[in-house]
């Protein structure tokens, strides 16, 4: 397409259950983030993608997230044992190879509101 | 560590007025800056950066911005406001590191609420 795809763009869910959000970047973009806005507040990095690994997940709250990216393109990040505190807009974003602020634009998605109750 | 302050929450202005949305800045070095616009159901949409050069910006829908270092600020202003520009405004530091190593992530501030009156 010809953005950022994220799906779904709202889910609800109770706590204690598994989600997973599903991020589809530009084309050819090889770089890819993901980005966590609570309410109130402006997105917060949680974890970068150069290709198929993460380059750095030190933003990722706790061993409850994880992201995965198998084929360099498509990444679903992934909340075991959702909590209350856990709802938030999950923005994904995709660039060339990022590096260079100058061509590495960042690209957003419209993000995927959790809501969990 | 980086960080960015956008002292107001929530603007009102008229439509045809003119703008200023404030952005602090905490960073090392001379970071790279940006704002971004986050309107309903879109995504955040790139206004402008800068890095070095020129302390005014020019970016896109008319705006521009001003980078003072002795400020350690980067206002962003437009002289004509439209409905349309109605939105949260977003500032953000970029990291930089001359390895290469953390040129990817963005720090952005709390957003700027703007409305415009008819």
């Known amino acids: 397409g010809a953005g950022v795809s994220q799906t779904p763009s709202n889910k609800v869910t109770e706590k204690g259950k598994y989600v997973e959000l599903r991020c589809d970047p530009i084309?050819?973009?090889?770089?890819l983030y993901w980005y966590r806005q609570s309410l109130g507040q402006g997105p917060e990095f949680l974890i970068y993608?150069?290709?198929?690994?993460?380059?750095?997940d030190s933003g990722l709250p706790n061993d409850r997230f994880f992201a995965v990216r198998p084929e360099g393109s498509v990444s679903t990040l992934k909340i075991q044992r959702t909590e209350r505190g856990d709802s938030a807009v999950y923005l994904c974003?995709?660039?060339?190879?990022?590096?260079?602020?100058?061509?590495?634009?960042?690209?957003f998605g419209e993000g995927s509101r959790l809501t969990v109750l | 560590a980086q960080s960015v302050t956008q002292p107001d929450i929530h603007i009102t202005v008229s439509e045809g007025a003119s703008l200023e949305l404030r952005c602090n800045y905490s960073?090392?070095?001379?970071?790279?800056l940006f704002w971004y616009v986050q309107s309903p159901g879109q995504g955040l949409q790139l206004l402008l950066k800068?890095?070095?050069?020129?302390?005014l910006v020019q970016g896109i829908k008319g705006f521009e911005a001003e980078f003072k270092r002795s400020q350690s600020s980067f206002n962003l202003r437009k002289p004509s406001v439209h409905w349309s520009d109605a939105a949260e405004y977003f500032c953000?530091?970029?990291?930089?590191?001359?390895?290469?190593?953390?040129?990817?992530?963005?720090?952005f501030g709390k957003g700027t609420l703007l409305t415009v009156n008819p």
């Open positions: 993608f150069q290709g198929t690994g993460a380059a750095d």
């Open positions: 084309s050819g973009h090889t770089a």
């Open positions: 953000a530091v970029g990291a930089v590191s001359y390895s290469g190593g953390s040129n990817y992530k963005l720090t």
């Open positions: 974003a995709s660039s060339l190879p990022a590096g260079d602020w100058d061509t590495g634009e960042l690209f």
């Open positions: 960073y090392g070095a001379t970071p790279y």
């Open positions: 800068y890095f070095s050069g020129d302390t």
